[in-house]
């Protein structure tokens, strides 16, 4: 049961880093800052977009994100809202504009 159970983690673990890059990449198109980034960075921003939205928007719309090990099409939806919020945060304070 914890050889089963830790290979469950780790195969979320692959599906959030691979689902986050791509909604981190979908986040940069959105808010046009794709050029500036690299794959790396996309999948930080899917990632902690994940995060933010687990925090804040899902007691608000009554969904899970990512991180919380569903992949369904409200959490992908929730955990893109999330980065693309992150993405106009982080222009907003770098710029002073949410472009």
């Known amino acids: ?8 983690t ?11 890059g791509i909604l981190g990449w979908l986040a940069s198109i959105v808010m046009r800052t794709d050029a500036q980034q690299g794959i790396l960075l996309n999948i930080v921003v899917g990632i902690v977009g994940a995060f933010l939205a687990g ?29 693309i919020i992150l993405l106009g945060l982080v222009n907003l304070f770098r710029r002073g504009a949410v472009r």
């Open 1 to 8: 049961v914890d050889q089963r159970r830790q290979e469950e």
């Open 10 to 20: 780790e195969m979320n673990l692959i599906l959030v880093i691979i689902v986050g």
């Open 55 to 83: 925090l804040v928007l899902s007691p608000l719309f009554g969904m899970p994100s990512i991180l919380a090990g569903s992949f369904s099409l409200g959490a992908i939806l929730i955990s893109l809202l999330g980065a």
